[in-house]
């Protein structure tokens, strides 16, 4: 069982900074891509960022210049660095990690259970 675990969500005033971390725990071999999406209310969910294993990174141009992805491999972390936020980063943010389940012959994509980001004055 593989399972995804988000904190550092919360309320933030514009031009403020959050972190937001998902760790990956159980039984699997490797993580491949490590990314982050988010859903604000009404609305679809959308790409935010990647890393893949190599620790490539990408980004939607929305948040280029503010968000920075990372990935500690030892800790199989992911995390979200967020500066000088703005009220349409409201949403919920989502991990999403790419790896091989123990239990599976191929990689298998995993969701988290999201974090809320609230930038609000």
């Known amino acids: 069982q593989v399972q995804l675990v988000e904190s550092g969500g919360g309320l933030v005033q514009p031009g403020g900074s959050l972190r937001l971390s998902c760790a990956a725990s159980?039984?699997?071999?490797?993580?491949?891509?490590m990314s982050w999406y988010r859903q604000a209310p009404g609305t679809q969910r959308e790409f935010v960022a990647t890393?893949?294993?190599?620790?490539?990174?990408n980004y939607a141009d929305s948040v280029k210049g503010r968000f920075t992805i990372s990935r500690d491999n030892a800790k199989n972390t992911t995390y979200l660095q967020m500066n000088s936020l703005k009220p349409e980063d409201t949403a919920v943010y989502y991990c999403?990690?790419?790896?091989?389940?123990?239990?599976?012959?191929?990689?298998?994509?995993?969701w988290g259970q999201g974090t809320q980001v609230t930038v609000s004055s």
């Open positions: 999403n990690v790419l790896l091989r389940p123990t239990v599976a012959p191929q990689a298998v994509n995993y």
């Open positions: 159980g039984s699997f071999f490797s993580i491949n891509a």
């Open positions: 890393i893949t294993k190599g620790t490539i990174t």
